[in-house]
């Protein structure tokens, strides 16, 4: 049978080296995983046990497309606890994980063909979605004056139909301040560019709260996802919020696309969102992390790094050491033993010279990570 033109997307290369990773491990060798971007945590005590209650009296079947009420509800009260902002809990919209979230914002938004930019370096599967969509990505190259974030004038002649942003971004951890958020979304606007903000990871800050684009304007797509401040990576629930005139638009795309996200991780996502304690130690474990990181990753070699704002990643340039990143996270494997993201996945043009290392794990991997590391570059350099 043929296969479609759209189907033909590249594969998630992290994806690879976990799967590296696991065969390695499946030899007997210990690995540290500084590949993935997914907290080592679990969800919340709190929110397994209220599953397990709901589990005994409720046959979650499917609740309707936009999701709990109560979650819903629960969500546009985050929004005044952490910016704010007052929410109307109808424009808040269940989905299955944030990759169900990118699916609906790009089908309510887009018509085939639209060119939509995003930033590069940026999350891989953007780009991927976009084109199993029938959509145009357009690369958006982004620069270290800029901390590698996107500017107005980057936008300038792209006749975009949409702006993704992220921030905190992965793979390099940086944030937009509030002024940048808002020349972005002026600059979108003024050409008729929907405008999308990821803030998947909001919440895993360190010396600056993240800025939401609904701080600025009414008039734009927000995304989040339960996967990373609230430790829920394969519960496959996250949200977004959409302007009030949009919120039919996208129930009738998720009605049919979706049914509706997951029930029992809608139960868990809820009583997530009142474990502000557990989470917060979460958080001192990424700080730490993040501490060690950008002191032992320059002392092993990899001294070409911008600090992170937030998220849980270190974005290095190693075109130092290498022009062929893939080939050097294998050797990374092989020889120390740890598992890194070529830069690759992020950026199709200059990623061959990039690697991405997660700091998302037990602090004592980290440490480890470090050590391996250290031998790795030191017996590389002879």
């Not at 590698?148 to 942003?165: E, H, I, S």
């Not at 919440?203 to 609904?214: D, H, R, S």
Request: charged letters at 20%; a negative charge; aromatic letters at 8%.
């Amino acid at each position: 049978m043929r296969n479609s033109s759209r189907s033909n997307v590249d594969p998630f290369i992290v994806m690879d080296v976990m799967e590296a990773a696991r065969r390695a491990e499946e030899a007997g060798r210990h690995i540290i995983h500084m590949e993935v971007g997914q907290p080592s945590t679990g969800a919340p005590v709190a929110a397994r046990e209220a599953l397990a209650k709901a589990l005994d009296h409720d046959s979650l079947g499917y609740t309707v497309a936009l999701g709990l009420p109560a979650l819903r509800k629960r969500i546009a009260q985050l929004y005044g606890e952490w910016y704010n902002v007052d929410l109307n809990p109808e424009r808040v919209v269940i989905t299955p994980g944030s990759s169900g979230a990118f699916l609906l914002s790009f089908t309510a938004l887009f018509d085939s063909g639209d060119r939509v930019g995003i930033g590069a370096p940026g999350y891989p599967s953007y780009r991927q979605i976009l084109h199993a969509l029938g959509l145009t990505p357009v690369d958006i190259e982004t620069s270290l004056d800029h901390r590698l974030q996107p500017v107005p004038q980057d936008l300038t002649g792209l006749d975009l139909a949409g702006l993704m942003v992220a921030s905190p971004a992965n793979p390099t951890g940086t944030m937009l301040d509030k002024p940048a958020m808002a020349a972005l979304i002026d600059a979108a606007q003024g050409q008729g560019a929907a405008f999308i903000s990821d803030e998947i990871y909001h919440g895993i800050e360190y010396e600056a709260k993240a800025v939401t684009a609904l701080e600025v304007t009414d008039e734009c797509y927000v995304i989040n996802s339960f996967s990373k401040y609230f430790s829920m990576t394969g519960w496959r629930v996250g949200w977004m919020v959409v302007p009030e005139d949009h919120v039919r638009v996208v129930e009738r795309i998720a009605q049919n696309m979706f049914i509706c996200a997951p029930h029992a991780s809608q139960v868990a996502a809820l009583a997530a969102m009142d474990c502000r304690e557990e989470l917060e130690g979460n958080l001192a474990v990424y700080a730490r992390n993040r501490a060690l990181m950008l002191e032992g990753l320059p002392k092993a070699g990899f001294d070409r790094i911008a600090p992170p704002d937030g998220a849980f990643y270190v974005y290095a340039d190693v075109s130092e050491l290498t022009h062929d990143s893939r080939a050097f996270a294998q050797e990374i494997l092989d020889e120390a033993g740890v598992a890194v993201t070529p830069g690759l996945d992020f950026d199709p043009k200059r990623g061959a010279t990039t690697l991405r290392f997660s700091y998302a794990r037990a602090t004592a991997d980290i440490e480890e990570g470090l050590t391996r590391l250290t031998a790795f570059m030191a017996a590389r350099r002879g």
